[in-house]
């Protein structure tokens, strides 16, 4: 079965740069998608096919996705945005949603 | 607005059977696909199982194969998941979401959840 894997945690200063890896055999050839989820809270979108924004997202969150890695990657960042991080794709081998193990986000 | 509230989750014992409901409100539930995913007590997400707009196709993860079963009323507006022969490691909080196709499936909005607790 198809596996992602993310490192467990990721640690920045506010106002620095965050960049949280998605790791995949040739991910670069799926779409990737990447979901928050905040203490005690549900999941939210916040990056859908790899790039793209859902709507009431702010433009700090951005995606690429090439070879066999995937980033998202959350500029100026806030104390807000302290959360998991969880990557997803489709495996169209298995017809499953597969979840990488998640990351946990820290801001010092 | 979009809404997605679960409902049914409970402390049950091992063996035993639960059905949990979906909710939606602010639209319309036939159009769109539906997933269940679980988060077990300080674990990530796991997804459950899916199912195509109209119930045509559903898929489940290997985990739960053979127990679980995924379905919807689309006249109700309301998705659900059948739980049969649960056991410990089904413990988990389940969420519903709703699902988006492009090359596949990914949950787009999710509902607050709902938890299950499978005592021995």
């Given amino acids: ?108 | 607005q979009v809404q997605l509230v679960e409902s049914g989750g409970g402390v049950v014992q091992r063996g035993t059977s639960l059905r949990l409901s979906c909710a939606a409100s602010g639209f319309t539930l036939s159009p769109y696909g539906m997933l269940w995913v679980r988060q077990a007590p300080g674990k990530g997400l796991e997804w459950v199982a899916v199912i195509w707009y109209d119930g045509s196709d559903e898929y489940y993860a290997d985990s739960v194969k053979g127990r679980f079963t995924i379905s919807r009323d689309n006249s109700k507006n309301t998705l659900y998941l059948q739980m049969n022969s649960l056991r410990a490691e089904d413990t988990a909080v389940y969420y519903c979401a709703r699902g988006v196709y492009n090359n596949g499936w990914y949950p787009e909005h999710w509902g607050q959840g709902t938890l299950v607790t499978v005592s021995s």
């Fill in chain 1, 1 to 108: 079965s198809y596996v992602l894997t993310q490192s467990p945690s990721v640690s920045v200063a506010p106002g620095q740069t965050a960049t949280i890896s998605c790791g995949g055999n040739n991910i670069g050839s799926k779409s990737v998608h990447w979901s928050q989820q905040k203490p005690g809270q549900a999941p939210v979108l916040v990056v859908y096919d790899d790039s793209d924004r859902p709507s009431g997202i702010p433009e700090r969150f951005s995606g690429s996705n090439s070879g066999n890695t995937a980033t998202l990657t959350i500029s100026r960042v806030e104390a807000g945005d302290e959360a998991d991080y969880y990557c997803h794709v489709w495996d169209s081998r298995s017809n499953h949603v597969v979840f990488g193990g998640g990351t946990k986000l820290t801001v010092l």
